[in-house]
């Protein structure tokens, strides 16, 4: 079993950026995909991207093309999403989460483990 931490999260303005970590622990992920998944209020939770196990594939749901990165330094155990120009409609839970295979999936019955979430707010 492994241990998913986020953060990162906050309040910002509209047009701003946060950048979201995610620290794994309990044992290694560098051999594992992990995603960044989220959750607004009344919603499913969705794919939003990412990575292979060894950082060389990415991919993005659409509406996030062109203003979030993610990337991972598998030395550190640790997975990031940088977000710029953020909207309103990115406000939602963020979920980290992890695969012990190393394809990029986007379903979350894909991913192992998961951590609790951490809040991102954009205000208008």
């Known amino acids: 079993q492994v241990q998913l931490v986020e953060s990162g999260g906050g309040l910002v303005q509209a047009g701003g950026s946060l950048r979201l970590s995610c620290v794994a622990s309990g044992r290694s992920v560098s051999s594992g995909a992990m995603g960044w998944f989220r959750q607004a209020l009344g919603r499913e939770r969705e794919f939003v991207a990412g990575i292979s196990a060894s950082g060389s594939s990415t991919r993005y749901v659409d509406s996030v093309k062109g203003r979030f990165i993610i990337s991972r330094d598998n030395a550190k155990n640790t997975m990031y999403l940088q977000m710029n120009s953020l909207k309103p409609e990115d406000t939602a839970v963020y979920y980290c989460?992890?695969?012990?295979?190393?394809?990029?999936?986007?379903?979350?019955?894909?991913?192992?483990?998961w951590g609790q979430g951490t809040q991102v707010t954009v205000s208008s």
């Open positions: 989460a992890a695969r012990r295979s190393p394809g990029v999936m986007s379903l979350p019955s894909n991913y192992d483990d």
